[in-house]
């Protein structure tokens, strides 16, 4: 069974502190892992996928990278309007859905 | 830019009734899926549609519970008998034809409360 564990529940920042999220999975066969972005009351916002180990990608402030065991979204130098709930998500195991983690939330103070 | 588009949004419902929503999907997205959240956790699958045939149900999605997508184009997803339990989101999703690496885009959601 896919299994996705994410760390912290919740980070509270300053504007501009540089921190990283981080995203451990269990999977039979990764066929992407994915990093949504979501606001209250609204549906997950698709923001990257990675598929293989040691691939990065880059949005804005946003980066994730991609191990064997782990992913990582670094949020560099962020702002009050990156304040969210990140959720990571794997598709592999000969499942077709996506198995979520709970998420992290993250709350950016000016 | 047309996304998946879910309706309603919100709706209250007493325990016992029925409630049904509806989801279109991206255009020509063959891959149509429905999950629920419910608060501090993270989206739960509960099935998915190759066109019009359903090819997968998640043990979540109990009798009282049954999704169409006549046509292959819009879903719905019918609760029957509703119990306070069921109180969550519902998220529908959609994505293009291909393995299950593909990227799949997420509605706003259809927020259920059983009172």
Known sequence: ?110 | DTGVSQDPRHKITKRGQNVTFRCDPISEHNRLYWYRQTLGQGPEFLTYFQNEAQLEKSRLLSDRFSAERPKGSFSTLEIQRTEQGDSAMYLCASTPQGDSGNTIYFGEGSWLTVV
């Open chain 1, 1 to 110: 069974e896919d299994q996705v564990t994410q760390s912290p529940e919740a980070l509270r920042l300053q504007e501009g502190e540089s921190s990283s999220l981080n995203c451990s999975y269990t999977v039979s066969g990764l066929r992407g892992l994915f990093w949504y972005r979501q606001d209250p009351g609204k549906g997950p916002e698709f923001l990257f996928t990675l598929y293989s180990a040691g691939e990065e990608k880059e949005k804005e402030r946003l980066k994730a990278t991609l191990t064997k065991k782990e992913s990582f979204l670094h949020i560099t130098a962020p702002k009050p309007e990156d304040s969210a709930t990140y959720l990571c998500a794997v598709a592999g195991g000969g499942a077709d859905g996506l198995t979520f983690g709970k998420g992290t939330h993250l709350i950016i103070q000016p």
